[in-house]
């Protein structure tokens, strides 16, 4: 399984989490994507990849311009101590604010909409673009208490937040990770200064987006994770945790401008996992008054309901009365139907519910041709483990036409495809 881990132990923002993503590319592959980017029509902008070094590691720098200029040269209300000044803290036109019009323009989310249905991009990326911007503006809403649709950001901020959001929308396409884990987030700590004032870190719109993520604060007095990162991770990540046991392939470094003591850098590890792990729930229920067809009847509801294996359990219940233990594996999303069904279609008065970490091999099927027609091989691999099987129903067929038994058949298909 392609596998993508990202280290946020200095946070996330935009600019870091594309550089980190670009040095993941092939090298032949970087000039192209460079020029594809600042020919996507983003007004006004243009971005650079320069190489940076933080603590002795030697990473990439994404530095994102418009009109010349790059946001913290423009947003002089903005005094980030973290040095993702090029992150946007984002403006609102509140009535308090009227001295910032006359310096600078802003944009509502209509704007980004429109500017998003005119980049020369996959209608996936476009529709990642939008959702993560989605998020920043239901978070920027519920931080100042003003409707989505009132919500506006600065011009600048606008155009380098889009760079950074489209870039990684790209890139994650471009690499197209089956699984993507990444570490707890460090926010950083203290306050950052912005037009509204001194807030504290994280500030509100990123505290809001990552509610329900790991994260910590730290001891480095400085803003870590924007908004925009936090958006970014939220949208892509659907694991936090340890580094996942996998081959790496490749290691990225996307480097902030600002020295700390530690590498002010986001860390993204490639690479493939031998087989897979998931959460699964077991859900079991013992009874004593049902028959073996009531049984049989109610396995055929359970995977109708969603489970993804059935089994029984012969077991002695209490007054010495025998009775079927019935146990019914499935996934979080179909634990509530098959709960239902278990009720329905049982006479049980209780479900015990297990939650369960399950390791399993990657599969695929493979059809061959053969002198006995099209067959079909399982191929489960993983955990330094690698098996092989002909499908029951292809040996079976071949075992009825030739008058032999299973075992037979199946080694007259490996015969055949040798």
Known sequence: MKTLYLDLGMGAAGDMLTAALFELLPEDEKPGFI??????????????????VRCGITGTHFRVSVNGEEEDECMHEHEHEHEHEHEREHEHEHEHEHHHRGHHHHTSLGDIVALAAKLNVSDKVREDVLAVYALIAEAESRAHGVPVSEIHFHEVGTADAVADITAVCLLMEKLAPERVVA????????????????????????????RGIPSYGGTIM??????????????FVREFGPQPVMAVSAVGYGMGRKEFERAN????????????????????????????????FAFERLFEAGARDVFTTAVMMKKNRPGTLITVICAGDMRDSVIRALFRHTSTLGVRERECRRHVLERRIEREETEFGPVSRKISEGFGVRREKYEYEDAARIAKERGVSLREARELIGKAVE
């Open 35 to 52: 020029d594809g980017l600042n020919g996507l029509g983003i007004p006004g902008v243009t971005v650079t990849a320069e190489k940076a």
């Open 183 to 210: 570490s707890p987030v460090h926010v950083g700590s203290g306050t950052v200064r912005c037009a509204h004032g001194v807030l504290p870190v994280p500030a509100p719109a990123a505290a809001y987006i990552l």
């Open 222 to 235: 400085s803003e870590l994770c924007t908004p925009t990162g936090a958006a970014l991770v939220r949208h």
């Open 265 to 296: 850098c986001v860390r993204a590890m490639l690479g493939s996992e031998a087989g897979s792990s998931e959460t699964i729930f077991e859900l079991s229920c013992t009874v004593d008054d049902m028959t073996a067809e009531e049984i049989g």
